[in-house]
């Protein structure tokens, strides 16, 4: 069974710093991509940062420039610098992964760490 274990959330002012880090767990054949999204309140889910298994990244226009995506094997982490309120959400990790040779690639999520920007 896979599991997406995420840390690292918190309170921060307004210009502050948070790292977020997701680990995976479990037996999987090969991680194609992992991931960030988040989901403020009332909001739909959002795609803030997203690193290949090639090391290619792209990122939400909103957090260019403030927040970096890195991998390393089965960990993501996303730097966030430069903080601001409308940061403020639950953020996701997610892998887009196989579990055995041929097969397809599903979506696995982490549990949610709450994210919160406020002075």
């Known amino acids: 069974q896979v599991q997406l274990v995420e840390s690292g959330g918190g309170l921060v002012q307004p210009g502050g710093s948070l790292r977020l880090s997701c680990s995976a767990s479990?037996?999987?054949?090969?991680?194609?991509?992992m991931g960030w999204y988040r989901q403020a309140p009332g909001k739909q889910r959002e795609l803030v940062a997203r690193?290949?298994?090639?090391?290619r990244t792209n990122y939400a226009d909103s957090v260019k420039g403030r927040f970096t995506i890195t991998r390393d094997n089965r960990t993501v982490s996303l730097q966030m610098n430069s903080l601001k309120p409308e940061d403020t959400a639950v953020y996701y990790c997610n892998a887009d992964l196989s579990l055995r040779l041929g097969s397809r690639p599903n979506d696995y999520w982490g549990q949610g760490t709450q994210v919160t920007v406020s002075s």
């Open positions: 690193i290949t298994s090639g090391t």
């Open positions: 479990g037996r999987i054949f090969v991680i194609y991509a």
